[in-house]
Nanobody
């Protein structure tokens, strides 16, 4: 199983980015997908998650209204649209996949995700 995240970069505060995560080696539609992030010296934190059908999405309070998670099951890809970037959004962003049955109870728990991508760096400048 491989999850390949991309789309990170250096952007000014207030700008936007679209992260992508392409999956292979798994039955994509059987998995809920999540995005997490980690800043230096901090623990990995939940950002957003989406159910296997895409019909349900969950967000951390800190990103609600600015981040949008979506998925394309035909392309085995999950996306994270990030708008109105803030300095505190600077982090390495990771995509992850968990069994669909865990989604509603465990979407925010990193330890419940089975597979992880390598991360993509997002740096926000002032």
């Amino acid at each position: 199983v491989q999850l390949q995240a991309s789309g990170g970069g250096l952007v000014q505060a207030g700008g936007s980015l679209r992260l992508s995560c392409a999956a292979s080696g798994l039955t994509f539609s059987n998995y809920a997908l999540g995005w997490f992030r980690q800043s230096p010296g901090k623990e990995r934190e939940f950002v957003a998650a989406i159910s296997r059908s895409g019909g349900s999405t969950k967000y951390a309070d800190s990103v609600k209204g600015r981040f949008t998670i979506s998925r394309d099951n035909a392309k085995n890809t999950v996306y994270l649209q990030i708008d109105s970037l803030k300095l505190e959004d600077t982090a390495v962003y990771y995509c992850a996949a968990e069994n669909w049955s865990n989604y509603y109870s465990d979407y925010g728990r990193a330890d419940k995700y089975d597979y992880w991508g390598q991360g993509t760096q997002v740096t926000v400048s002032s």
